[in-house]
C-alpha cells in the first residue's frame, strides 16, 4: 500500500495463540457449583432466622378426687378395710373409726402382715381411683394405687403405714359401730 492510502481492511491481523477459551461445559459446571452453594447458604440462614412459634401451654387435668362420700355412686361397692402397718397399737381402729364417722363404709380393721413406711390406699378397680384420691387426702397421708386384685375383702384397702400415727385422723374405736375391728396385738 501506498504511504497515503488507508487501508480498508485489516491484513495479517492475527490472534494470539495464547489466550485460551474455557469449554462450555467448565462454565456450567462452575455456574452450577455457585448455585448449589448460594442455595445452601441461603437456606441455613432462613433456618436460623425463622421464628419458632411459641407452643401454648397446655392444660393438665386435674385427676379427679371423690373426697366427699356423698358423692360416691350407691351402685358401686367402695367399702373398705383399714390395715396397720405402723407398728403402733390401734392406729387402723381409731383411723377406721374416724373415716366411719365422716361417713365412708368401713368394713374392718386389722393389723398389716408387714411394717411399712409409706401408707398406701389400695383399689382393685379403675372405677375406684377417684374414691382412693379421696381417701388419701382425708388420712392427709399416702397415696392411691391400684392392685393387680383385692388385698383383702374389700375393693379399697388402706394400709397404714408408719407416716399414719399422728397424721391420720383417729377417734377412739365404739363397739357400736358397723366396723369389725380384729383384735389389737398387745404391745412388746
Given at each position: ?16 495463540g495464547s ?45 379427679l ?30 383411723a ?10 368401713v ?7 408387714e ?28 397415696e ?12 379399697i ?32
Amino acid at each position: 500500500m501506498s504511504r497515503g492510502q488507508r487501508a480498508t481492511h485489516r491484513v495479517g491481523a492475527h490472534r494470539s495463540g495464547s489466550v485460551t477459551r474455557w469449554p462450555r461445559w467448565v462454565i456450567l459446571l462452575c455456574a452450577l457449583a455457585v448455585t448449589v452453594v448460594l442455595t445452601a447458604v441461603g437456606l441455613f440462614l432462613l433456618d436460623r432466622l425463622r421464628v419458632e412459634p411459641v407452643p401454648e401451654p397446655v392444660a393438665t387435668e386435674e385427676p379427679l378426687v371423690i373426697a366427699d362420700p356423698a358423692q360416691i355412686d350407691p351402685s358401686i361397692d367402695a367399702s373398705i378395710t383399714v390395715l396397720d402397718g405402723s407398728g403402733e397399737r390401734a392406729v387402723a381402729a381409731g383411723a377406721g373409726q374416724a373415716l366411719s364417722d365422716a361417713g365412708w363404709t368401713v368394713v374392718t380393721t386389722a393389723s398389716a402382715t408387714e411394717i411399712g413406711d409409706r401408707t398406701v390406699v389400695w383399689f382393685d378397680d379403675p372405677a375406684l381411683e377417684p374414691i382412693a384420691r379421696g381417701l388419701a387426702q382425708q388420712l392427709g397421708v399416702g397415696e392411691a394405687r391400684q392392685s393387680d386384685g383385692r388385698v383383702s375383702g374389700s375393693p379399697i384397702t388402706i394400709v397404714l403405714g408408719t407416716d399414719a400415727p399422728g397424721t391420720v385422723p383417729s377417734t377412739e374405736p365404739r363397739d357400736d359401730s358397723d366396723i369389725s375391728h380384729a383384735p389389737t396385738p398387745s404391745a412388746p
